[in-house]
Every structure is written in C-alpha cells, then in structure tokens.
C-alpha cells in the first residue's frame, strides 16, 4: 500500500508545477483561479509544506481536474489496481485519510474511500463539485453532511447522491472512526 509521503509528495509538488506550466499560468495565475495563496503554492511546488485537502481540491479545480484525478496524474495509474496498491494520502491539517481505489483519466467514474478520525471535520467549496456527481455510502461509524446548508445525519450502509454545487462539510461527531466510499463522475 502506498502512502502518499516522501517520494509521492515530491511527485506531486512536481505534478502541481507541471499542470500550472503546461497552461502557462504565473503562480498569481494559478493563485488567482483556486483561492490558494501565492506563497502557499509556491512552498507546495517546492515540497516545502503539505498541502491540506481543501488546498489539493482547490488546486485541482483550478485546473479542472477532481482531486482523484490530479493524484492519479502524480502517481501514473493502470486499470488494474491491486488492494496493497491504492495510493493513501493523510490531509496533515485534520488526520483525515483517502484511499484512492480507482481513478484513471481515461475512466469516467472514481471510487474513494476515506477514513474521518473522531472529530473530524473537513469543508470544501462548491467549486469542487462544479463539473462532478458523486454519491457517497457510510460504510461504518456515523457521519454528518451539510451540503449547502442542508444537514443530512448518516448511518452504516445510508447513501446521498449530491445535489447541486454547493460548500459541503463533512463531520465526524462521534467518538469513533467513520469510513465511506465516494463514486464521482464528471460531466
């Protein structure tokens, strides 16, 4: 299994650079467009700092890309995916963890799962969801989703397909670990 430290945030920080290079994009450029300050970008690009999942999100739309797919660009990527090889990544900021178990950029559907510790609690922008659908299953533990205000309170095995583009918080309120897989595809 791979955790995406060391190697792979080097190879990220270095994917990071290229997609806003192969546009043409000045780091103000890049900043510009995702919300993500300039300096930021910069230390993430240099493999100076880690960046958080609200931060990798917005960069990835910046660049029109889901957050699976600008990983998967990082890391190369087969059809083939074996269990011990799905790529994990940790968001320093929250302890969250996101297993990737199939992306390719030539496929329209992605699978995530993700691990949200105790207390957790992640937001990201209705930007994020402007050009995908996903729906999402509780696999264990229990969740809270606000998604544009609206609050949905989940349990093992319930599923939301999202609505429209809106800021959506995920939130573990409990005292346990809850697991969920996400299906996205883009539009």
């Given at each position: 299994m791979t955790i995406l430290v060391d190697?792979?945030?080097?190879?990220?920080?270095?994917?990071?650079?290229?997609?806003r290079e192969a546009r043409?994009?000045?780091?103000?450029?890049l900043a510009g467009r995702a919300g993500v300050g300039k300096a930021t970008i910069s230390?993430?690009?240099?493999?100076?700092?880690?960046?958080?999942?609200?931060?990798?999100?917005?960069?990835a739309s910046a660049f029109d890309l889901?957050?699976?797919?600008?990983?998967?660009?990082?890391?190369?990527?087969?059809?083939l995916v074996r269990a011990a090889d799905q790529p994990l990544w940790r968001d320093p900021?929250?302890?969250y963890v996101r297993r990737?178990?199939?992306a390719r950029p030539d496929h329209p559907v992605e699978l995530v799962e993700v691990e949200l510790p105790p207390g957790g609690r992640v937001t990201l922008p209705a930007s994020s969801y402007a050009?995908?659908?996903?729906?999402?299953?509780?696999?264990?533990?229990?969740?809270t989703l606000v998604e544009g205000g609206e609050r949905h309170e989940l349990a093992p095995g319930d599923s939301l397909g999202f609505g429209a583009p809106a800021d959506v918080t995920f939130a573990n309120e409990s005292d346990a670990p809850c697991?969920?897989?996400?299906?996205?595809?883009?539009?």
């Open positions: 190697d792979t945030e080097a190879r990220l920080a270095r994917r990071l650079k290229l997609e043409g994009w000045s780091l103000a450029d230390k993430i690009e240099r493999g100076e700092i880690s960046p958080t999942a609200v931060t990798l999100v917005r960069l889901t957050l699976a797919g600008l990983l998967v660009r990082a890391e190369g990527g087969d059809r900021a929250t302890g990737q178990i199939f050009s995908i659908r996903q729906v999402l299953q509780l696999r264990a533990g229990a969740l697991r969920y897989i996400v299906a996205l595809t883009r539009l």
